[in-house]
């Protein structure tokens, strides 16, 4: 069954069949999802999500466009919550400089980054990275960390060149591919896709963002991951079967859920 790495179900977007919706994925072949959550006041969200449905894990982190708002009793927070037997990972995390572009905000993300990922190995937990228009630095602090050791972790919505997605692959991680696979100007992730063994590669939503084709700028759900599947399947002469088992034990290992 399809793994969703990737999720943001409490988002407002859902607020109106959010139950109605997650209630319908197990008889349509979603398996297993993965909260993420994103913003500093939304973290407790994602833990009741996993209280509730047997088949929701979370993630627990602050997103970069929240860095600024981050205080020690975040951290401490995160600390707290990733305990929860169902936490998977500390995500999502990382440096966005698209839509922050001064250099005073780019450090603050650092710091932040840096500090997540320091509970990632306190946790031995893996990280999920959000890393938008700043390859180089995230890949600095990423090799960094890695060299010191890691419990694994994930570069979500992959949208770098091939040879930046060579290295982090040279490092074990594995890449999150999701709806923009299936866009028709998404040249560069294709190659990507192509080139990076299967045995690297989740399936994610990043819900209620990133629709694929043929519902692109509609909003997302687990249940649009057939086509993102398909996709990749199409890209590496495969069948859809192949990569939604293959994607889901990739998932299975890395977040250590049997
Ligand atoms: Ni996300």
């Given at each position: 069954m399809i793994f969703d790495t990737h999720a943001h179900y409490d988002d407002e977007q859902f607020d109106e069949d959010r139950e109605a919706l997650l209630a319908s994925m197990?008889?349509?072949g979603i398996g297993t999802l993965v909260n993420v959550c994103a913003s500093v006041h939304g973290l407790q969200n994602t833990v009741d999500l996993m209280d509730r449905y047997p088949f929701v894990y979370g993630a627990i982190g602050v997103h970069p466009d929240d860095a600024g708002e981050m205080t020690e009793e975040t951290l401490d927070t995160i600390r707290r919550l990733s305990d929860h037997e169902k936490a998977v990972a500390i995500g999502e995390i990382g440096l966005d400089y698209y839509w922050h572009k001064e250099e005073a905000e780019h450090e603050v993300q650092k710091r932040m980054f840096r500090a997540q990922m320091d509970i990632a190995r306190e946790k031995k937990l893996p990280f999920i990275i959000h890393s938008r228009d700043a390859a180089e630095d995230t890949l600095k602090i990423v090799k960094e960390y890695m060299q010191g050791g890691m419990y694994g972790g994930i570069?979500?919505?992959f949208s770098y060149s091939k040879e930046i997605a060579a290295q982090y692959l040279d490092m074990g991680l594995y890449l999150g591919i999701g709806g923009v696979v299936t866009f028709k100007n998404a040249k560069k992730l294709k190659e990507v896709v192509e080139?990076?063994?299967?045995?690297?590669?989740l399936l994610e939503t990043d819900c209620p963002y990133m629709s694929p084709e043929p519902y692109r700028g509609k909003r997302n759900s687990s249940l649009n991951l057939p086509y993102v599947a398909a996709k990749i399947?199409?890209?590496?002469?495969i069948t859809p079967e192949e990569v939604v088992q293959t994607t889901e034990e990739n998932a299975r290992k890395l977040f250590g859920i049997e």
């Open positions: 197990q008889e349509n570069i979500h919505c080139m990076a063994p299967l045995s690297q590669i399947a199409e890209l590496k002469g």
